[in-house]
């Protein structure tokens, strides 16, 4: 980050005493209709239930990407994933994120939340999955987070170690451990402490602020568990606990007790309690394709990997005592991204102006529950699928995956088939897309006929914003096109002193297949 860009953003900086503790809960897969402030009949998230009536519930709350690592780089960055570069040009349409063999990570250039905070007196963490690469420059340390907890993937395995090793767990920025090793996971019985040990980081954590009375800087701490994520895994003593009698449902009561811990301790220390700003949401929506181990995205359509409505509307919920109203309920179009402006704008900090942000702050949706129109884009990959502006959404490009692939039993869309919708075959309805009432119909089944004067009256907008976006998109260099087995957790930093190094193979870099 350049001088002169830090001069800008710092121009308005507020007093270190008027900025508030941020936390930042984003879950992993876990689908709006999980809650049951959302609906969902069991009603076993009584914390984050209760954290909605003492805050704010968003009804009307996207992520950036149906995908894990694009999402995770928008909120991040306050960009959308073709621009940030968390995409790729290897197909056309597809999602893809940072395995093992990615080669590419998040760029130095992207200026990153975490980096602006510190450099405005902010201690930062994160906890769990990083997910935006796990080669040391691209790690949390090297992108302006002071403490790491976690690791930079998600909990796969086990592995031989021989033809694909253990993905490997980090404190700061050494390894210590590897996941089915050291931290214990399973997987046959998804059990593991892992939940446990994010929560009791992340209260340690906090709790070093709390002892300070606020005097010291204030603190951001980006919780990210993994623990709805197949395969799930849920601690010893939360198994069995859903009416579900699933390990998904029971690793979401256990989320719900761990973030009512969290809020206990803010809310139970008088220099924490009316300053700090919580926001609770999840990376994309319930991965449908794992069936019993996935959650509901109820009422939307589809899940992950999809740009339909259940593949990116997320759980949200915003929380600050004595700040945001008790009660409220807001149902303004909002992003992941829009994180970033908002917490900026909280400090009383301006958006560089070096490059194009997706971000709109939403202090006056949370402070005063006001609205305002604005565009949410969906994108998979390169491809500009669909927008929503207002009441109605129009999506110019359909599909859910591959026949290849959904012959093999993946179904993003599981008891769905719609005729050139939710079709397995790329379709094209840039000339007449496909428009919804979002509002009066959002499970998306009832198309409007390009014949109504309501699509008529409606369309011309839509079509106009996708027109001006893609005529003035400047796409960054995708760093998701390129894998080499070599730089796989074979030998992570630290490694040497937990005698846990591995020979690598050789170095052999190709083009990563996105099959979804």
């Not at 790491?148 to 490997?168: E, K, L, M, Q, W």
């Not at 995205?297 to 004595?322: D, H, M, S, V, Y």
């Not at 110019?396 to 012959?407: D, I, L, R």
Request: charged share 20%; glycine share 6%.
């Amino acid at each position: 980050m350049n001088s002169l860009l830090l001069i800008l953003v710092f121009l308005n900086a507020v007093s270190a005493s008027q900025r508030p503790n941020i936390i930042i809960m984003l879950m992993d897969d876990m689908g709006f209709g999980d809650l049951g402030i959302n609906g969902e009949p069991s009603r076993e998230t009584p914390h984050l239930d209760r954290m909605a009536e003492e805050g704010m519930l968003f009804t009307d709350f996207y992520t950036a990407s149906p995908l894990c690592s694009p999402s995770r780089a928008a909120l991040l960055t306050g960009r959308l994933p073709i621009r940030n570069g968390f995409y790729t040009t290897n197909a056309l349409g597809r999602n893809s994120y940072t395995p093992q063999e990615i080669v590419g990570g998040i760029s130095d250039w992207e200026m990153l939340l975490p980096e602006i905070l510190a450099q405005n007196g902010y201690y930062n963490k994160i906890i769990g999955k990083w997910h935006l690469g796990h080669q040391p420059q691209y790690l949390p340390l090297k992108h302006g987070f002071h403490e790491y907890f976690g690791s930079p993937n998600c909990h796969f395995g086990p592995y031989d170690n021989v033809t694909r090793p253990n993905i490997a767990f980090f404190r700061n920025d050494l390894m210590i451990g590897r996941y089915f090793e050291e931290i214990d996971i399973n997987k046959k019985r998804h059990i593991s402490n892992l939940t446990e040990m994010y929560v009791t980081e992340a209260i340690e954590f906090i709790n070093r602020f709390a002892k300070n009375n606020g005097t010291e800087k204030p603190f951001f701490l980006y919780w990210n568990p993994d623990a709805t994520h197949a395969p799930t895994y849920r601690s010893q003593r939360f198994a069995g606990k859903s009416i579900k009698q699933s390990s998904y449902g029971d690793a979401v009561i256990e989320l719900d007790y761990a973030v009512g811990k969290i809020l206990h301790v803010v809310k139970s220390n008088p220099s924490l309690a009316n300053n700090t700003f919580i926001f609770f949401t999840s990376d994309n929506g319930a991965a449908l394709v794992s069936k019993t181990d996935a959650g509901s995205n109820a009422p939307f359509l589809c899940g992950k990997q999809t740009t339909f409505e259940g593949g990116f509307r997320e759980p949200a919920i915003a929380w600050w005592q004595g700040r945001i109203q008790a009660k409220s309920i807001t149902h303004q179009p909002a992003t992941v991204m829009d994180l970033f402006a908002t917490i900026l704008e909280i400090n009383n900090l301006t958006l560089p102006r070096d490059r194009e942000y997706d971000s709109l702050s939403l202090t006056s949706v949370l402070f005063n529950n006001s609205a305002f129109e604005r565009p949410v884009f969906y994108y998979r990959g390169n491809l500009f699928m669909a927008i929503r502006y207002g009441h109605f959404k129009a999506h110019f490009y359909t599909w859910t995956n591959s026949w290849k692939q959904f012959n093999t039993g993946i179904d993003f869309c599981p008891g769905v088939n719609i005729s050139e919708f939710t079709s397995h075959i790329l379709t094209n309805h840039t000339l007449n897309p496909k428009l919804f009432h979002i509002s009066r119909d959002p499970s998306e089944k009832y198309e409007i006929k390009a014949s109504s004067q309501e699509y008529k009256s409606a369309i011309a907008k839509l079509k106009q914003i996708y027109k001006d976006h893609t005529r003035t998109l400047n796409p960054g260099k995708p760093v998701l096109n390129w894998c080499d087995r070599a730089v796989m957790h074979w030998s992570p930093p630290g490694c040497e002193s937990i005698n846990k190094c591995l020979n690598p193979p050789q170095s052999k870099p190709y083009l990563c297949d996105w099959p979804h």
